[in-house]
């Protein structure tokens, strides 16, 4: 086999919009991650949030803004995110 015919494994990577509710610590924000269900038995929409401590080594973020966040490798106990992109 050839190196072109080998196939190579990609893995997707899950990817969340939220907004920042944290900036206190170094290299880490939190972004609160807000998600619509419906209950199984009344039919009622809920919205439920989740909140995430991501990676970011820049100093431009601030608490409401919106961002886009990408899973990664663990980085330490709670970080296992990374911000993408943001929106002010």
Same mark, same amino acid.
């Given at each position: 086999?050839? #190196?072109?015919?080998?196939?190579?494994?990609?893995?997707?990577? $899950?990817?969340?919009?939220?907004?920042?509710?944290?900036? &206190?610590?170094?290299? *880490?924000?939190? =972004?609160? =991650?807000?998600?619509?269900?419906?209950? !199984?038995?009344? &039919?009622?929409?809920? *919205?439920?949030?989740? $909140?995430?401590?991501? #990676?970011?080594?820049?100093?431009?973020?601030?608490?409401? #803004?919106?961002?886009?966040?990408?899973?990664?490798? !663990?980085?330490? &106990? *709670?970080?296992?995110?990374?911000?993408?992109?943001? &929106?002010?």
């Amino acid at each position: 086999m050839t #190196d072109s015919e080998t196939t190579k494994k990609t893995t997707l990577k $899950r990817q969340f919009q939220g907004v920042v509710v944290s900036t &206190k610590m170094q290299y *880490t924000v939190v =972004v609160r =991650v807000d998600s619509v269900k419906i209950h !199984p038995q009344y &039919k009622k929409r809920y *919205t439920t949030s989740k $909140r995430y401590a991501c #990676d970011y080594r820049g100093s431009d973020l601030k608490l409401g #803004d919106t961002v886009t966040i990408e899973e990664i490798r !663990p980085m330490s &106990k *709670t970080k296992r995110w990374r911000v993408v992109s943001s &929106k002010a």
